[in-house]
């Protein structure tokens, strides 16, 4: 049967069977539809569906919305009073009421609804999986050590960083993953985060190792640097007569019990593996731009060398400004986002994607070009969501982002090669792990459950960030 005798078919059955309800209520296809005001009912002209064109994977799922268009010139959203049906539903179903359609074998269906007397149609187009191809081995090639020479004095640390060289050129900061080992420990000892401590004077070598790839550098130890003391002043005793102070009672003193507070867990890291960025809401290698007397709040540490106003933060939580103690979480999101890369692909397709409207499955989920979010997407279950993108990652306005059925936002990271922009009122969930690009954040936007970690630089207007 093709689908414009289906949709014929479907029409004449569809009206007369509202047509006879409605008369047995008592009025025409819509009759008022305005009981508060007492305005007459205008007459139903159109009924359409959106999106026009839907293109989904086999198993994933598809929101069409159904509008009523009246000729007073008003419309109004029935997709929750129309009734649906595909005209192919060996290729597409959809749920007769709510307009939720769900590709099963690939080809092309057309979705209809029917309100009053009137339908509108969609087409629904449904295509195969993408063959996962295997993830390419990239193996470490090289290894160096900065700085390659230092001194210190007795007592003093220098901290030293490992650099990586992989076989696809890619260099990365591999510090707290490598084996640190001083040549001499009677003259200079080196913990595994990579400083090193100045014992005696003299000369050590510092040696990194992973795997069979090494690198060394070089200690210098100096003595200690001495600070001569204050002359001591001689100062006659004076004597003072004996003051005969009346003994004081003083009443037995209750003290409380100790309590101990309870230890809280940090929540799980989805097995990406975050570090000390762990307890960062906003992090920024280069700047934080925020706009001075907004309604910014963020819940969670905050970092950056430079920030031109200081986002306001919940009760006990940091801002940290020191390049020295961003050097570690620097490095553990550079980390963070070679393990998120190298995790196997579930979906692999050569182009960029729009999310907006579907229903997906814990997974790693890859795309050549960028990935959008215009709507809703909705996460369906407990388990880890890895969203990767060669190019930027962009989410419309009033966007949302919806975890259904135990998926957690700790398990959702987002990974994008290029600029990230978030859309104004949006509500998004997740971690972005920005390694090298900016993070841009639109007014009134929220990052209610997720974390905003970026190699580059963070915007902020007027948002809600809670990690």
């Not at 569906?49 to 959203?77: E, H, M, W």
């Not at 260099?171 to 001083?182: F, G, K």
């Not at 003259?187 to 005696?200: F, L, M």
């Amino acid at each position: 049967m093709n689908i414009q005798k289906y949709t014929r078919t479907l029409l004449c059955t569809t009206g007369l069977l509202a047509a006879a309800v409605l008369a047995a209520c008592g009025g025409s296809s819509d009759h008022g539809r305005d009981p508060i005001l007492g305005l007459p009912a205008a007459e139903l002209v159109s009924v359409s569906v959106t999106p026009a064109t839907a293109t989904v994977l086999v198993g994933a799922s598809q929101q069409f919305l159904a509008t009523a268009s009246y000729a007073d010139g008003t419309s109004r959203n029935v997709t929750n009073l129309s009734t649906w049906a595909s005209a192919s539903p060996a290729i597409a179903q959809v749920s007769p009421a709510g307009g939720l359609a769900t590709g099963l074998t690939p080809g092309s269906a057309a979705i209809t609804a029917a309100f009053g007397a009137k339908t509108g149609a969609a087409t629904l187009r449904v295509e195969a999986m993408t063959p996962v191809t295997p993830p390419v081995v990239v193996s470490l090639t090289g290894l160096s050590v900065t700085p390659a020479s230092a001194s210190v004095r007795v007592g003093a640390s220098q901290q030293y960083t490992a650099i990586a060289t992989y076989s696809d050129s890619s260099t990365a900061v591999i510090t707290n993953n490598v084996n640190w080992v001083s040549g001499s420990t009677a003259i200079a000892t080196i913990a595994q985060s990579g400083s090193a401590t100045g014992v005696a004077v003299g000369n050590a070598v510092i040696t990194a190792s992973s795997g069979d790839k090494s690198a060394t550098a070089a200690l210098t130890v100096t003595p200690a640097l001495i600070i001569d003391p204050p002359p001591v002043v001689v100062v006659p005793p004076v004597v003072v007569p004996p003051v005969v102070v009346p003994p004081v009672v003083v009443p037995p003193v209750t003290v409380p019990p100790v309590t101990t507070p309870p230890v809280v867990d940090f929540p799980s890291d989805g097995g990406i593996g975050l570090g000390s960025i762990n307890e960062f809401a906003v992090l920024a290698r280069t700047t934080i731009t925020n706009n001075a007397g907004g309604t910014t709040f963020v819940t969670g540490n905050v970092g950056g060398p430079v920030q031109n106003v200081e986002p306001p933060q919940a009760i006990g939580y940091i801002n940290v400004k020191s390049g020295f103690e961003l050097s570690r979480p620097f490095e553990d999101l550079q980390v963070a986002v070679i393990n998120g890369n190298n995790r196997p692909c579930t979906v692999l397709s050569d182009t960029g994607i729009d999310l907006g409207g579907l229903v997906l499955k814990p997974g790693v989920y890859c795309y050549s070009g960028a990935i959008n979010l215009t709507g809703k997407l909705t996460l369906n279950g407990s388990g880890a969501y890895i969203f990767r993108a060669k190019s930027n990652l962009t989410t419309a306005a009033n966007s949302i982002v919806e975890l259904t059925n135990g998926a957690s936002h700790n398990n959702v990271f987002w990974i994008p090669f290029g600029e990230t922009n978030l859309g104004a009122k949006s509500a998004f969930q997740g971690t972005i792990l920005a390694g090298g690009e900016d993070i841009k954040v639109g007014d009134g936007a929220s990052v209610l459950n997720g974390r905003l970690l970026s190699g580059k630089a963070v915007v902020l207007l007027n948002n809600k960030i809670t990690k």
